[in-house]
């Protein structure tokens, strides 16, 4: 099935620093939806995003919802070891229900 | 809010051997439950869509005699793998969505290994 494109697929920062991170579609979304799954573990929703432009944060993270529904962005400021995990986004269409998943970008942070 | 519970965590189970998974959405109500598959370094594969009292719908690929779901409460859907192979061997995630919102909310996953 379709996957979301997500940029960069994996990173390694120094704990401290800001990352960012994007999802990008060829298809409108009507929902993104940002969820963080650490080893062996379900996927934890962070952040939900609604319409177009909307810009939210929960804490250290920022998600925007892009102005073109085909794209979102993840924030992370002043990263700290318990961040790593792999970060996936997911979309969901207008009138559905079913969740298209990113490749996911797997972060590492460097004390 | 917005528990979901999975049980077992992980399962070891004899090839030929059927497994069940059970998925509960603990503080809510879900009109519909989700269960996925994911491989090592993989992003999540949905199998099949389940609603409250009705039958599941399956993606393209997924075998429904296989993989069988039963979503009899707004809180409870199993997902039974008969006749378990090797091949089976995965990480089985289910998720529950709130009415109107479109918001899923997952389960802490099943391991599954079949020998």
């Known amino acids: 099935g379709q996957q979301l494109n997500q940029s960069p697929q994996s990173m390694f920062i120094q704990e401290g620093e800001d990352v960012s991170m994007n999802c990008t579609s060829s298809s409108i979304f009507n929902t993104w939806l940002w969820y963080k799954q650490d080893p062996g573990e379900g996927p934890v929703l962070l952040i939900a995003l609604y319409k177009a432009g909307e810009l939210t944060s929960n804490g250290r993270l920022t998600a925007q919802f892009g102005i073109t529904r085909k794209d979102s962005f993840l924030n992370i400021s002043a990263s700290i070891p318990s961040d790593v995990g792999i970060y996936f986004c997911?979309?969901?269409?207008?009138?559905?229900?079913?969740?298209?998943f990113g490749t996911g970008t797997q972060l590492k942070v460097e004390l | 809010g917005a528990v979901v519970s999975q049980h077992p965590s992980r399962v070891i189970c004899k090839s030929g051997t059927s497994v069940k998974i059970e998925c509960r959405s603990l503080?809510?109500?879900?009109?519909?439950m989700f269960w996925y598959r994911q491989f090592p370094k993989q992003s999540l594969m949905l199998m099949a869509t389940?609603?409250?009292?009705?039958?599941?719908?399956?993606e393209q690929g997924v075998e429904k005699d296989k993989f069988l779901i039963n979503h009899a409460s707004l809180t409870l859907s199993t997902l039974t793998v008969t006749s378990a192979h090797p091949e089976d061997s995965s990480f089985y995630i289910c998720s529950a969505g709130l009415a109107g919102d479109g918001t899923q909310y997952f389960g802490p996953g099943t391991r599954l290994l079949v020998l």
């Open positions: 997911a979309g969901l269409t207008g009138g559905g229900n079913k969740l298209t």
């Open positions: 503080d809510f109500q879900a009109t519909t």
């Open positions: 389940s609603n409250e009292g009705s039958k599941a719908t399956y």
